[in-house]
């Protein structure tokens, strides 16, 4: 769930997105207040000074609030993934819109914390934890800052896609995890902290080989879970009948890339789990209206036959994951729309009707649960265009069908060999 203003309280799409996070009733969905938005995403939005500080909540609040009241008992992820841009080292200070629903890419500007930086990022996601986790926080000046939340977040993501948010190497991202970590960790001593979030985990490989090693880290310091990012993506010259082989493709080679990052987690950090939270397709299209006037641009046309495809890539990647042992599979994202990935998104941006990526996430989500046994299945070679997939479960047989092709295909069944 990815913190846009169509979620805001008025927002036309508040009331469907609530609607969808309470039906679905899955675990760890993931809740990001993104870089786009800064004044949704940042608390401290300019630095302290020996007279005053600018934290503030107000606009961050309520998306929270409806978000866990949505979520109801179930466990959740959270990433305030933004650092405030003034903990950064940077030419001039960062800018970004007065208007809260404004949009702006460029906010994740620096690479290297200025002076005391390290302290200082440990310390605003420490009183963020505490805002949110333990009732307020202490600020920098000694005031006490009360919120009255105390919320139970299952997981603590730190960052997101850091490999391209201000361009961490492993050894700064792994320094600044063992930081928020042991700020964050008296605030709440039972959360489960997830490391990584890597965008291009297949370009990255030393990410994992160095922040896996446990004798990179402070002693102490928890490594819960790892993740990272997949996204098939296509050329414009594509249509449903090139989709059909391009997004399997890619999604075999993430695969792969999935069972080599595995190897490298079970030789460093055998007990960490992992999350692939951000699995999708996006079209190019995309990256057109990123940057374009909203009230100018062409709202984008997209087949019916994306949206089953990309529900199909998904199912896909589920099985592929269980058969790895990896423990969350998530869907990204719940809402977009023209400037904010419109391909990727589960909801239609106008009505909130769910689209086909959301129903195929529903029927994973009830059919299959944790727990559930994968049970050896024959089918590669009798139906190639096919995943087929059984699982034993405490409610009887299931079965997995993911067809990759944009034409029926025929499975038959066969009895059980005693």
Same mark, same amino acid.
């Given at each position: ?8 309280? #008025? ?68 990433? $305030? ?77 730190? $960052? ?34 997830? #490391? /990584?979030?890597?965008? /291009? ?18 002693? #102490? ?8 990012? $997949? ?35 079970? *030789? ?14 996006? /079209? ?38 269980? *058969?790895? #042992? ?23 941006? +106008? ?21 559930? *046994?994968?049970?050896?299945?024959? +089918? ?25 092709? +944009? ?12």
């Amino acid at each position: 769930v990815v913190v846009n203003p169509l979620l805001r309280r #008025g927002g036309r799409l508040h009331d469907p997105v609530a609607a969808a996070i309470t039906d679905l009733r899955a675990d760890a969905v993931r809740f990001v207040p993104w870089l786009p938005y800064p004044r949704l995403a940042v608390a401290e939005l300019e630095p302290p000074t020996a007279e005053r500080t600018s934290w503030d909540f107000t606009l961050l609040d309520p998306l929270v609030e409806d978000f866990m009241r949505a979520s109801g008992d179930r466990p959740v992820m959270m990433d $305030f993934s933004t650092i405030p841009a003034w903990l950064f080292q940077t030419p001039e200070p960062v800018a970004y819109p007065a208007d809260p629903d404004a949009v702006t890419w460029t906010y994740t500007q620096g690479t290297e914390l200025r002076p005391g930086g390290l302290k200082e990022l440990a310390d605003y996601y420490a009183r963020v934890a505490g805002w949110y986790l333990a009732g307020g926080f202490v600020d920098e000046l000694g005031r006490r800052h009360e919120s009255g939340h105390r919320y139970r977040f299952a997981y603590w993501e730190v $960052f997101n896609e850091p490999d391209l948010e201000h361009k961490m190497t492993a050894p700064q991202y792994t320094e600044r995890y063992d930081a928020i970590v042991a700020a964050v960790r008296p605030v709440a001593p039972d959360l489960k902290f997830v #490391g /990584l979030s890597l965008a /291009l985990p297949s370009q990255a490989p030393e990410y994992f080989e160095y922040f896996l090693n446990p004798a990179n880290h402070t002693p #102490g310091i928890p490594l819960d879970m790892i993740s990272y990012h $997949f996204y098939a993506l296509v050329d414009r010259s594509q249509t449903a009948e090139h989709w059909q082989h391009t997004f399997f493709d890619q999604a075999d080679r993430f695969i792969a890339t999935a069972r080599y990052i595995d190897v490298i987690r079970r *030789r460093w950090s055998p007990q960490t789990q992992v999350a692939l939270n951000e699995v999708g397709t996006i /079209l190019p299209a995309d990256r057109d209206s990123k940057f374009a006037d909203p009230a100018t641009f062409p709202p984008p046309v997209i087949p019916e036959e994306y949206w089953h495809a990309s529900g199909a890539v998904f199912a896909y990647i589920f099985a592929e994951s269980a *058969r790895l #042992g990896i423990e969350v599979v998530s869907m990204s994202q719940l809402v977009g729309f023209p400037t904010q990935y419109p391909s990727v998104t589960m909801l239609d941006w +106008n009505s909130g009707a769910p689209n086909a990526r959301y129903r195929v996430l529903e029927l994973l989500r009830r059919h299959f649960r944790p727990g559930d *046994r994968l049970v050896a299945t024959r +089918n590669e070679a009798m139906y190639p265009d096919t995943l087929v997939q059984a699982f034993a479960t405490d409610r009887g047989r299931k079965l997995l069908l993911v067809n990759k092709r +944009n034409h029926p295909v025929t499975v038959r069944l066969h009895d059980p060999v005693a």
